[in-house]
């Protein structure tokens, strides 16, 4: 999942997804509307700066909540590069799993008792403005502050994995049985059951007429399937524990001029060679990447004048390269984090060698499976 970057903290990268518009003007309706039947006298120029604020407010809070979690993994390891905010939330884009009980704990409880913190801070601003007299839609702001972050800690502390509260239930059943395995598929079981009960709410809730079901539909939703892919990157990292990156590359790259027309790549390379992928090469240089799904917007007729290298995708170093020395399953996830197929595999030079998709990471992962490895 990835956003528009809109800044740096710690050298952690702050990313808002296009869906955080809609939580936003969500939360900025229901903090109107709230703030405005509590205050009816207050001009509507008063109201709506104060609702904008407190909105605001509430993100900045939710960035310092996940902020905690990925400055505590940086410490301890677990290696947090970008933070993104989105329709239900924030999450940290974790590179590894904590590699103890102690440090999954340190990690996952930090969030939670940040926002506890900043609701007893915002309590004491209400009670502050309260004391002295400040205009009641202020007081109210910080009041709601304090309890929506109040509320961000109780919901992050329900124990479904991979929510907070799941992620310390997690170590702690690793540290009783000493298995990470198995306490991330208990944990994950947990949090797929909490994900099927907030479904079956929400559907009650609309069954009863209120349409505001749909948002525990959605985020129960949500919370199953992350609890079952966070299950799933767990028993990738135990079967590619020791397997590095050139251990599974296809070496030499295989290229395509930039400046062939589509219909020359499509018959001379992807139907010769039967791959779904190949690398851009122009001047002697790798300059891009070209996968199959990119030729179907271009209608038929007009592969014979359109060059690879106006629909290829250009090199990105940051996201499409890996170096040969890396685990697979850090390449693995490097691909799962920019929605790539492939990256391309480089020496201690810089210079690319070669090439490894997430289908040589899995066709691995089923041999060691078959196998009992």
């Given at each position: ?8 903290v710690?050298?952690?990268t ?6 955080w ?16 039947q ?5 001009s ?12 605001l407010?509430f ?8 902020l905690?979690?990925?400055?505590m ?24 799993e ?6 999954e ?12 913190i900043?609701a ?52 702690i ?9 198995r306490?991330t598929?208990?944990a994950?079981?947990v949090?797929?059951?909490f ?11 609309i069954?009863?007429g209120?349409w ?10 949500l ?25 599974l ?5 295989r ?5 062939v ?10 139907m ?9 090469e ?11 799904e ?14 690879v290298?106006?629909?290829m995708?250009p090199?990105d ?10 685990m ?18 480089t ?13 040589d ?10 196998l009992?490895?």
């Amino acid at each position: 999942m990835q956003g528009w970057k809109i800044g740096k903290v710690f050298g952690i990268t702050i990313e808002i997804h296009f869906t955080w518009l809609i939580i936003f003007g969500l939360i900025l309706s229901v903090v109107t509307q709230e703030i405005g039947q509590t205050a009816p006298d207050a001009s509507r120029a008063s109201l709506w700066a104060t609702a904008i604020i407190t909105t605001l407010l509430f993100f900045v809070c939710l960035v310092l909540h996940e902020l905690a979690h990925s400055v505590m993994a940086n410490r301890l390891g677990a290696g947090v590069s970008r933070i993104t905010l989105f329709v239900f939330g924030g999450v940290s884009q974790l590179k590894n799993e904590p590699d103890s009980p102690a440090s999954e704990f340190k990690v996952a409880i930090v969030g939670p008792l940040t926002s506890i913190i900043l609701a007893g801070l915002f309590y004491a601003i209400y009670l502050g403005l309260n004391g002295l007299g400040v205009s009641s839609v202020w007081v109210l702001a910080a009041n709601w502050v304090a309890r929506i972050n109040l509320a961000l800690a109780i919901f992050n502390m329900l124990p479904g994995f991979p929510l907070d509260g799941g992620r310390v239930l997690r170590s702690i059943l690793w540290s009783a049985w000493n298995s990470l395995d198995r306490a991330t598929r208990v944990a994950a079981n947990v949090g797929q059951a909490f994900g099927y009960i907030l479904v079956g709410l929400g559907f009650l809730m609309i069954i009863s007429g209120n349409w505001g079901g749909l948002w525990p539909v959605a985020l129960g939703w949500l919370l199953a399937s992350a609890a079952a892919g966070s299950y799933q990157r767990v028993q990738l990292q135990q079967a590619l524990g020791d397997v590095y990156v050139h251990d599974l590359m296809s070496s030499p790259v295989r290229t395509i001029p930039a400046q062939v027309t589509l219909a020359q790549a499509a018959y001379d390379h992807f139907m010769a060679a039967r791959f779904t992928a190949f690398a851009v090469e122009q001047e002697g240089a790798i300059v891009g990447m070209i996968r199959m799904e990119q030729f179907q917007p271009i209608p038929r007729e007009r592969w014979e004048h359109t060059t690879v290298a106006e629909v290829m995708e250009p090199l990105d170093p940051e996201t499409m390269l890996v170096n040969s020395d890396k685990m697979a399953v850090d390449a693995m996830m490097q691909m799962a984090e920019h929605d790539l197929g492939r990256l391309l595999v480089t020496d201690h030079s810089g210079n690319i060698i070669g090439i490894i998709s997430s289908s040589d990471v899995r066709r691995l992962v089923r041999v060691k499976s078959g196998l009992g490895m």
